[in-house]
């Protein structure tokens, strides 16, 4: 099917246009002059996102030449409440990408006692995060207890290239991410750990929207921003995990179940509107002490 006013659109669907979920980490801090490093392989699903680029779709298509003065009924004819609806899926996919494989590589250090701090290298973002132990003892790391730590991280997206789909083309992506987190749990002298934790996330998003109208008859292609539309600014992130590991000796497995809800306010043609995505990621770790 063609386009009468023909508009080509893009939809950003990149692994990387997203807030990390997982922590690959216990509630424990790691003791001074001691290294910790895991590896996580997780996978990465945000159907509203999805949902919300083929609504899209479906809203593009009602449009036939004929209700754009044209009797031919295989031409489409975009108004401007389907190219919202086509800035929201971007947005969308900003936040969150409907699915994606999403593993790491994370190194951390304890720094001080009851301080560690470490670099993640994930998919397509780099992350660096300090941790503070706030319950628990962070020099005995064999007896049971229960444990806590709060910490803050500062993650930055490597990649932000988006697959074309259809509609709006997504250039100059970015994403700069700055959060804070808590986990509490429970360890079994050193054979196995559980946690749970909570996070929130403030980003700024960059990027911008663009009409590519294709070459034609008339004359060659061209491209122009779409008017008084802005999908920069700050998003927002709210999320938990669960973990459990078990091991032992310096070597331990485990699993990681996170998800969370991403929410930003954006202009599209005029209109100010909030944008919305929820996140789940389950993911197997593997940890190591030094």
């Known amino acids: 099917m063609s386009l009468r006013s023909p508009i080509l659109f893009a939809v950003a669907l990149s692994a990387g246009c997203a807030a990390p979920l997982g922590m690959a980490r216990p509630a424990t801090v790691i003791e001074p002059g001691h290294v910790r490093a895991s590896v996580d392989f997780g996978l990465r699903s945000a159907q ?16 036939t030449g004929a209700e754009c003065g044209d009797g031919d009924d295989t ?3 975009p108004d401007d409440a389907a190219r919202r609806a086509f800035v929201e899926g971007a947005a969308a996919g900003l936040l969150s990408s409907p699915q994606t494989g999403d593993s790491g590589l994370a190194v951390r250090y304890g720094v001080a006692p009851g301080v560690d701090a ?4 994930g998919t397509s973002a780099v992350r660096g995060e300090v941790a503070l132990q ?7 790391s064999v007896d049971s207890g229960f444990t806590a730590l709060i910490g803050a991280g500062l993650s930055h997206q490597l990649s932000l290239g988006g697959q074309p789909v259809e509609f709006v083309e997504l250039g100059d992506p970015g994403r700069d991410d700055l959060d804070l987190f808590a986990l509490a749990g429970y360890r079994y002298y050193r054979k196995a750990y ?10 700024y998003l960059r990027g911008t929207l663009t009409e590519v109208v ?3 008859e008339v004359g060659p292609s061209t491209d122009r921003r779409l008017p008084d539309t802005d999908i920069s600014g700050l998003a927002h992130h709210v999320g938990v995990v669960v973990s459990a590991y078990a091991g032992m000796g310096a070597v331990y497995f485990g699993v990681e179940v996170a998800g969370g809800v991403d929410f930003t306010q954006i202009r599209a043609l005029g209109e100010d509107r909030w944008v919305s995505a929820s996140s789940f990621r389950p993911a ?3 940890l190591l002490e030094i």
């Open 48 to 63: 509203d996102a999805s949902d919300m680029q083929e609504a899209a779709r479906r809203q593009l298509y009602q449009h």
């Open 75 to 77: 031409q489409v004819c």
């Open 118 to 121: 470490g670099v993640r290298l």
């Open 134 to 140: 706030v319950f628990g003892d962070p020099l005995n």
């Open 194 to 203: 559980v946690s749970v934790g909570a996070r929130y996330m403030g980003s």
């Open 214 to 216: 294709p070459a034609s």
């Open 284 to 286: 197997i770790v593997a």
